[in-house]
Every structure is written in C-alpha cells, then in structure tokens.
Nanobody, 120 residues
Framework: VQLVESGGGLVQPGGSLRLSCVAS????????MSWYRQAPGKERELVAS????????NYADSVKGRFTISRDNAKNTVDLQMNSLKPEDTAVYYC??????????????WGQGTQVTVSS
C-alpha cells in the first residue's frame, strides 16, 4: 500500500487549498478513505472520511461546511478541498486507508503527510 499526499503549503486566513492523495498497491474502490491532521502539541484529529464508492461522507465539526472530501475511483485519488481556512487548521494532514468499505472500519495505512500552514 502506498499513499502519497500533495497540495499542502502556506495560505492566508480565508484562503483555499486542495489536498490530493494518490493511492496504489490495493483495490482502491473497495476501501473507505479518511484524512487526519495533527497540529504541534495536539492530538491527531479525524478531519473527513468517505466510503468506498463515495456515497457517504463524514466530517469533524470543526471543518463542516468548509472542507469537502471527494474521490475518483478511476484515478485512485482522494481529495480534500479546504475553503475559508483558519489559523487553527494549521497541521500536517495525512491520507489514510481504512480496512473496509465504510468509514467505521479501522485505519490500516497512512501516508507520509503534507504540511498546511494558515498564516498572514
């Protein structure tokens, strides 16, 4: 299993970023995927999840209405569109694979992470 994130960077408050994760080494369309984040000195936080076929999504309250998770099973990618970014969104963001088709299954693989910094 390989998960490779991209799209992180520095953005001003109120700005947008789109994170992308390219997956390989498994049947992508059979597994739910999630994005997590971890800020310095804070616990890791589940940000958003999407079921294997993309029909169901779930978001942390802190990002609901601002972030959108999506997937393209033909391209083996899962994206996180982040709008109206706030300084408290600053963190390393990780793409993860779950062990089944729903986002209630356990995470079993992690990407290397991509840094998102929201600052003026």
């Amino acid at each position: 299993v390989q998960l490779v994130e991209s799209g992180g960077g520095l953005v001003q408050p109120g700005g947008s970023l789109r994170l992308s994760c390219v997956a390989s080494g498994f049947t992508f369309s059979s597994y739910a995927m999630s994005w997590y984040r971890q800020a310095p000195g804070k616990e890791r936080e589940l940000v958003a999840s999407i079921s294997s076929r993309g029909g169901s999504t779930n978001y942390a309250d802190s990002v609901k209405g601002r972030f959108t998770i999506s997937r393209d099973n033909a391209k083996n990618t899962v994206d996180l569109q982040m709008n109206s970014l706030k300084p408290e969104d600053t963190a390393v963001y990780y793409c993860t694979k779950r062990g089944g088709g729903t986002f209630y299954s356990r995470v079993d693989s992690w990407g290397q992470g991509t840094q998102v910094t929201v600052s003026s």
